[in-house]
């Protein structure tokens, strides 16, 4: 499981975000992963996930959908 916020170069809201700095945090967790933090004051973000079953090799991943929560 794993959880990552990326920092974008956009500072309003884009259906895409050109990544800078980011924050991840991944391992073998029973129930979440996290916190992850990243400092924006004037740029937006994008968050994304990652859940992975190893017992069949299955795995699914969502993110917000470009950047978000600006400024």
Same mark, same amino acid.
């Given at each position: 499981m794993s959880v990552t916020i %990326?920092?974008?170069?956009?500072?309003?809201?884009?259906?895409?975000?050109?990544?800078g700095a980011s924050d991840n945090d991944a391992g073998y %967790?029973?129930?979440?992963?996290?916190?992850?933090?990243?400092?924006?004051p004037s740029n937006c973000i994008q968050v994304g996930?990652?859940?992975r079953n190893d017992n069949n090799n299955t795995f699914a991943t969502g993110n917000s959908g470009g950047a978000t929560h600006c400024g």
């Open positions: %990326f920092k974008c170069s956009q500072t309003t809201p884009s259906s895409t975000c050109s990544y %967790f029973y129930s979440y992963a996290g916190p992850v933090t990243m400092y924006s996930a990652t859940i």
